[in-house]
């Protein structure tokens, strides 16, 4: 058994962020396939065993279950000792990225995808409200990015990892990263570290398991 197991799905960019981290650290760790187009997460089990938020990623390790891909990023860098802060004001920084990439770009991008590309609802009110705040979201981030390597400190860091989780999904969500190139330029310096794959690559789910 490896050190670490990642309950985790290929779609998911939030089961990303904890397995791309993993990866990069080179860290001994197997993802668990969690089948959550099938409803997996929904049912009895996996709400009363493994996660009672019914979500994933959801991280073993010696004993120790967390939850959250943001929880799970801080537990990693506690244990790996890469891609954190150096001082407490570096460490600030990056937990305030962290806040606003679940707040304002993860969950609108998520969103925005799950309706458009999975459930195909086409263009509504609803997804044309969360296509604006995701449009806003990256917005907030190419200028941050703008003469900039990394998005919290110089090097990088969990911050980089979290805001990168549906990134490498743009085809799904209609965006050009042609239209964002300080956004572009560091998601390649992101794919230039040694261990990076694709999320269709790192986890298993893809493509989508036939219904059961």
């Known amino acids: 058994m490896a050190d670490y197991q990642l309950h985790c799905f290929a779609q ?4 990303y962020k904890p397995a791309l981290m993993l990866n990069l650290a080179g860290a001994d760790w197997e993802p668990i396939f969690v089948d959550f187009f099938n409803g997996v997460t929904r049912g009895e089990e996996f709400r009363g065993v493994t996660n009672e938020m019914g979500e994933a990623p959801v991280l073993d390790h010696n004993g120790k279950r967390l939850s959250q891909s943001g929880a799970i990023l801080h537990y990693l860098v506690n244990r790996l ?14 937990l305030r990225w962290i806040l606003f990439d679940n707040h304002k770009l993860t969950s609108y991008i998520a969103t925005y995808r799950f309706l458009t590309h999975f459930m195909r609802t086409g263009e509504t009110p609803v997804t044309e409200f969360f296509q604006a705040r995701m449009l806003g979201a990256l917005g907030v981030l190419e200028k941050r990015l703008a003469g900039r390597r990394f998005v919290a400190t110089e090097e990088l860091t969990i911050a980089d990892i979290s805001l990168c989780g549906y990134l490498f999904m743009e ?17 390649d310096r992101i794919k230039s570290h040694e261990g990076w794959k694709h999320p269709y690559e790192m986890m298993p789910g893809h493509p989508l398991p036939a219904k059961t």
């Open 12 to 15: 998911s960019g939030n089961a």
């Open 171 to 187: 085809k799904e969500y209609g965006i050009s990263w042609d239209d964002y190139p300080a956004i572009s330029a560091w998601l």
């Open 81 to 94: 000792g890469k891609f954190g802060g150096k001082n407490e004001d570096e460490e600030m920084e990056i």
